[in-house]
């Protein structure tokens, strides 16, 4: 089975940082994009970052220069650093696995808050 498991969130202070992490199974993570994407709410979820199976990376640009997204193809696991938070940051933060069209899996989700 398949499972995407994120940790890291919590509460935090503007100006703060957090890590989220997301562990992968069941899937042969080095051939798959990473992402993490972000659902505050009332809006509609947004990609945050991705990493593709070959390194090439992309932000949004409203977390450019403060969130770092990598992956550790050992571990199975793609982390999110993100630092000099925002309240506008605040938001269900969870991990994505894209293969192809119809081979994509979702993580369950983590909270993040930030407080102002």
């Known amino acids: 089975q398949v499972q995407l498991v994120e940790s890291g969130g919590g509460l935090v202070q503007a100006g703060g940082s957090l890590r989220l992490s997301c562990a992968a199974s069941?899937?042969?993570?080095?051939?798959?994009?990473m992402g993490w994407y972000r659902q505050a709410t009332g809006k509609l979820r947004e990609l945050v970052a991705i990493i593709t199976s070959g390194g090439s990376i992309n932000y949004a640009d409203s977390v450019k220069g403060r969130f770092t997204i990598a992956r550790d193809n050992a571990k199975n696991t793609v982390t999110l650093q993100m630092n000099s938070l925002k309240p506008e940051d605040t938001a269900v933060y969870s991990c994505?696995?894209?293969?192809?069209?119809?081979?994509?899996?979702w993580g369950q989700g983590t909270q993040v808050t930030v407080s102002s």
């Open positions: 994505n696995a894209y293969l192809n069209y119809g081979t994509i899996y």
């Open positions: 069941g899937i042969n993570f080095r051939l798959y994009r």
